[in-house]
């Protein structure tokens, strides 16, 4: 996309939150979106309407990301514009068994929801901390979540048991963001680097960036990852070389986040 073709308009204001909206995130097709705040709700959106379609409330404390099931579009399809009968339901029943979100926040939990009902399937806990982050793996079977207590900790959303399948513990400062490809688990961390961890074949590799980073989005290709620091800078790493491409300074104050497409 040119830079002619961004938006420049204001298209809607999504009001229901009752204090500070920490996250908010697409959908796959980016029909929908879900925000997450300090008043301790997770909200699910119609933005083109300006229309709120449902809230979700079980967090303790204020939920800091939420991710969805790449399969969520005919549910949310379904929800926002039929308001389901019994028929319809039946009709799309096992498509709407499978589509979840997760979430985390500062209760140091990740939630498992059931989009449909709002009822959360499943509580993991481990983290020593305040949970920074969450992803689906590819196939919605996996959770991985990011940690203030300097860990990723990986869940089965298949299992019953709630401990991690899998720890990763050795980073020197806290875990912000993370992204996941179909083997391997990057994290944006404070200690002013990028780590990519391949679990096929168990290898580290570390990209030093000389500055705490917030957050990390990585391209639709999988080359690049654009990392926004608390330099007030974002940098785009080339993701095979470690090459540092660019920097985008202009911002005033911390760079929160980034999204790369």
């Not at 420049?8 to 997450?36: I, P």
């Not at 308001?83 to 709407?96: A, D, W």
């Amino acid at each position: 996309m040119s830079v002619a073709g961004l938006p420049k308009n204001e298209a809607n204001v999504l009001r229901g939150h009752e204090g500070a909206v920490l996250t908010a995130r697409f959908n796959g097709d980016g029909n929908y979106c879900l925000s997450c705040g300090k008043d301790r709700t997770i909200r699910l959106w119609n933005h083109h309407r300006g229309i709120h379609i449902k809230t979700y409330k079980s967090h303790g404390r204020k939920v800091r990301d939420v991710h969805v099931t790449p399969n969520l579009r005919v549910m949310l399809n379904i929800l926002a514009e039929l308001r389901p009968s019994i028929c319809v339901r039946n009709k799309v029943r096992g498509q709407l068994d499978n589509s979840n979100l997760c979430s985390c926040g500062g209760d140091r939990q990740v939630f498992y929801w059931d989009v449909t009902t709002g009822r959360v399937i499943r509580k993991f806990r481990g983290h020593d901390s305040e949970v920074n982050a969450v992803k689906f793996n590819e196939y919605a079977s996996v959770v991985v979540s990011a940690g203030y207590d300097r860990s990723l900790r990986a869940w089965d959303c298949r299992s019953h048991s709630t401990e991690p399948i899998q720890i990763i513990d050795t980073f020197s400062d806290s875990v912000m963001s993370v992204c996941l490809t179909k083997s391997e688990i990057l994290a944006g961390t404070i200690d002013g680097t990028v780590r990519t961890f391949d679990i096929r074949i168990g290898r580290e590799l570390s990209d030093d960036l000389g500055q705490p980073v917030n957050c990390i989005s990585m391209s639709n290709d999988a080359n690049c990852i654009l990392a926004s620091c608390l330099d007030s800078t974002l940098r785009l790493l080339d993701r095979s070389t470690g090459e540092l491409l660019q920097e985008y300074k202009g911002h005033t104050s911390k760079v929160p986040n980034g999204v790369l497409k």
